[in-house]
């Protein structure tokens, strides 16, 4: 029979199998009592157990294994940790296992004692062939479930989003406006530039653009010059008078560091989408935002309220300009679209809120996490599609996040024993 490990721990904690006249493979009689709970790090597969074994109750741990020669191989006799181990599941029972003072290990083989239907489920939820191997009975799937496993996920995705914060925030040495300014660059470089644009954050502090927040030409030279893409000479008037302001800044806060123009990727990118623009975006932005932090941790809460923040104008260079000495016909920028403010919010800013919560301990910050995402159009890739197309519709931001953290870290993986969709499936109609 071809299952996973995981499948046979999912059945040992719903406790899908016969449990009439359970025995070890030495002929103790088996109780369970407690299947003890679910550890998902290092250590026995489930802890704080209880089990009778031939009248005699015990207390510890539990460990799972597809065959009984698995301990050996996975070199549990040497580990401190397995000493508590009062029963060991396996399928088969290939092997004796012995404890480290040479006496059995009590141990309980699951092999034709599984519920038949189990076994039907498990084989077709294994339809790997497909993106989503839950498609043939997602639409069964009750409501509540599929909603629980899509707030896991989106939980999930936003706590690893959030890690990536509190390690600005420690770069920083603890300093949020910092941190909201870097992660604003990391997320205004979108996938194809993010990297680029955190550096260059690095490099260009908050508080040295703060300090010139009125002269929006002078925060374009200091981002574009150490962002490497100021060229030497110009014939434009205003291009010489970026390159003059930014070498006067350089000498000023002896700047020794300045980024390469490889650095950065045009190729690929749509126009709207180069780095020139989007770094004449953020000048913008900075320049009219006297406090940065205080206006997306306090004074704004809606998505009119970020629209305003954030959908601004560059200068009026840009309007006409995607990269330097190159006019366009058409205006070239008004300022982000409506679709990159969408994701704007839905990358920049739910994280950080999700991340200055997790920091503070105020759980609030994740209810207005998830309110602001249902205020939201859902997006619209080829994952949000992949669900689409098996009738299951985002209809908002929350569930399309949930959808792609699900697919990111259930489905993809093939972790089905792990998500609530999965188990469920899995249950069917079994007691």
Not at 279 to 298: D, G, T, V
Not at 374 to 387: C, D, V, Y
Request: hydrophobic share 40%; with cysteine.
């Amino acid at each position: 029979m071809n299952f996973r490990e995981d499948f046979l721990q999912l059945v040992w904690k719903y406790q899908y199998f016969d449990r009439k006249d359970l025995k070890t493979i030495d002929g103790q009689s088996v109780q369970i009592l407690n299947v003890g709970f679910h550890n998902q790090s290092e250590g026995p597969d489930f802890r704080d157990s209880t089990v009778v074994l031939d009248g005699v109750t015990l207390h510890g741990h539990v460990e799972v294994h597809r065959l009984a020669s698995d301990w050996k191989q996975h070199a549990h006799g040497g580990d401190p940790a397995y000493n508590s181990v009062i029963l060991h599941v396996v399928w088969e029972n290939d092997r004796e296992v012995l404890r480290n003072d040479g006496t059995l290990m009590p141990t309980l083989e699951l092999k034709g004692k599984i519920f038949l239907e189990i076994w039907r489920n498990y084989e077709q939820l294994l339809d790997f062939k497909s993106a989503l191997p839950c498609a043939y009975a997602l639409n069964t799937v009750p409501d509540i479930i599929r909603f629980s496993a899509l707030e896991k996920a989106l939980v999930g995705r936003l706590y690893d989003k959030s890690e990536l914060i509190l390690s600005i925030l420690h770069q920083t040495k603890g300093d949020w406006e910092e941190t909201a300014y870097r992660w604003l660059f990391t997320c205004f470089g979108f996938k194809t530039n993010s990297q680029s644009m955190a550096e260059l954050a690095a490099l260009v502090s908050y508080k040295t653009l703060q300090k010139h927040r009125n002269q929006v030409s002078v925060l374009e030279a200091m981002l574009l010059g150490q962002a490497g893409l100021l060229p030497e000479k110009s014939d434009e008037p205003y291009v010489q008078h970026l390159i003059g302001e930014f070498d006067f800044y350089r000498k000023k806060f002896n700047w020794t560091t300045s980024m390469l123009r490889q650095h950065w990727t045009f190729m690929g990118a749509r126009p709207t989408n180069f780095p020139t623009i989007r770094i004449a975006q953020l000048a913008s932005i900075l320049s009219k935002a006297p406090n940065l932090l205080q206006a997306l941790m306090e004074d704004t809460r809606e998505f009119s309220g970020f629209k305003k923040l954030l959908q601004v104008a560059p200068s009026d260079y840009w309007k006409y300009h995607y990269s330097f000495g190159k006019p366009t016909e058409k205006i070239a920028s008004k300022g982000i679209s409506g679709s990159s403010l969408e994701l704007l919010i839905i990358n920049f800013v739910i994280p950080l809120w999700f991340a200055y919560g997790r920091y503070f301990e105020q759980s609030e910050w994740q209810e207005r996490c998830f309110d602001l995402l249902q205020t939201i159009p859902g997006e619209n890739n080829f994952i949000i599609r992949i669900f689409e197309e098996r009738g299951w519709k985002a209809e908002n931001s929350f569930d399309s996040q949930g959808m792609i953290g699900l697919y990111r870290s259930f489905c993809q993986p093939q972790k089905c024993l792990s998500c609530k969709i999965g188990q469920s499936l899995l249950k069917g109609q079994s007691k």
